[in-house]
């Protein structure tokens, strides 16, 4: 059974720097797609940061403050969050799709999810 397992959440103050890891186990093949999306209250489910774990191809859109990176022997993908603002506050969250390729933003392109992890950001 594929599980994704992530951790890493806290609390931080404003210009802080977190690492979120996601744990990948129970995998069928590698080629697959890992992603980060976060969740504040009362907004969608926002995607951050994918890799592809067949090619190594990555893509972030928080430019210059998050960064997607994979440890393929430990089968861990991590998100380095720099400089962070009190609006990073959400819920973060792995997700994996099969052969998606290079697919960042659409959660509902994703069919296995992790349980969360909180960040939250104090001015």
């Known amino acids: 059974e594929l599980q994704l397992v992530e951790s890493g959440g806290g609390l931080v103050q404003a210009g802080g720097s977190l690492r979120l890891s996601c744990a990948v186990s129970?995998?069928?093949?590698?080629?697959?797609?890992i992603a980060w999306f976060r969740q504040a209250p009362g907004k969608e489910r926002e995607g951050l940061s994918c890799f592809v774990r067949s090619d190594g191809r990555a893509y972030d859109s928080v430019k210059g403050r998050f960064t997607i990176s994979s440890d393929n022997a430990k089968n861990t993908v991590y998100l380095q969050m720099n400089s962070l603002k009190p609006e990073d506050t959400a819920v973060y969250y792995c997700?994996?799709?099969?052969?998606?390729?290079?697919?960042?933003?659409?959660?509902?392109?994703?069919?296995?999810w992790g349980q969360g992890t909180q960040v939250t950001v104090s001015s």
């Open positions: 997700a994996l799709v099969y052969a998606g390729g290079l697919v960042c933003h659409e959660a509902a392109d994703f069919d296995y």
């Open positions: 129970g995998f069928d093949f590698d080629d697959y797609t």
